[in-house]
């Protein structure tokens, strides 16, 4: 009887120490922030003011769609907290400098089957404590869509080319140093 206890002992405390190794080897391999990747330690917050639009293109909302996707992309990952310009250590001012819609992909008969929207932002980071500019950059990305698809598809290709642009910005500012 005693001999039994043991062994459901050993079997117990081996697959508790079966599931510890696998949490301490695979836990940590899912979840990936940039969190203090190079930003210098007297850098805490960023401002980021509505961006220009100097494409004119005039789409509508796209200052708006540029500024909330880059604020909320710098709240999700958390190296920089978004705060107002009075209060920040550094800033973000962003211009879109153009917008264009040009066809991606043609076939036979010379036919357009998509379209791309292409965007271009001019993002300028400073230091305001240091009272120097980081980078001055010009970042590109597109969204792509369906000629036979509806405005909402033209609308979703900008947002995708705006996402990416928003991740290359972010990136830049707390990794590229």
């Known amino acids: 009887m005693k001999r039994i206890k043991t062994r459901g002992l050993?079997?117990?405390?081996?697959?508790?120490?079966?599931?510890?190794?696998?949490?301490?080897?695979?836990?940590?391999?899912?979840?990936?922030?940039?969190?203090?990747?190079?930003?210098?330690?007297?850098?805490?917050?960023?401002?980021?003011?509505?961006?220009?639009?100097?494409?004119?293109?005039?789409?509508?909302?796209?200052r708006e769609l540029l500024t909330t996707t880059l604020t909320q992309n710098f709240i999700d990952d958390n190296t920089l907290q978004v705060a107002s310009k009075t209060n920040a250590n550094s800033l973000l001012e962003?211009?879109?400098?153009?917008?264009?819609?040009?066809?991606?992909?043609?076939?036979?008969?010379?036919?357009?089957?998509?379209?791309?929207?292409?965007?271009?932002?001019?993002?300028?980071?400073?230091?305001?404590?240091?009272?120097?500019t980081i980078f001055n950059k010009t970042f590109s990305n597109y969204g792509d869509y369906s000629t036979s698809g509806s405005a909402v598809e033209r609308n979703n290709a900008i947002q995708a080319a705006v996402k990416n642009i928003s991740q290359d910005i972010l990136l830049a500012v707390v990794s590229g140093w």
């Open 10 to 62: 050993k079997q117990t405390i081996l697959f508790s120490l079966f599931i510890f190794t696998l949490i301490a080897n695979f836990g940590g391999c899912c979840v990936y922030s940039f969190t203090g990747a190079s930003v210098p330690q007297h850098l805490k917050t960023i401002a980021i003011p509505i961006a220009e639009d100097k494409s004119g293109a005039g789409e509508p909302g796209l």
């Open 94 to 132: 962003c211009t879109i400098i153009s917008l264009t819609d040009a066809p991606a992909v043609v076939s036979a008969g010379e036919t357009v089957q998509s379209r791309r929207i292409t965007i271009s932002v001019q993002a300028v980071f400073k230091d305001l404590v240091e009272r120097k």
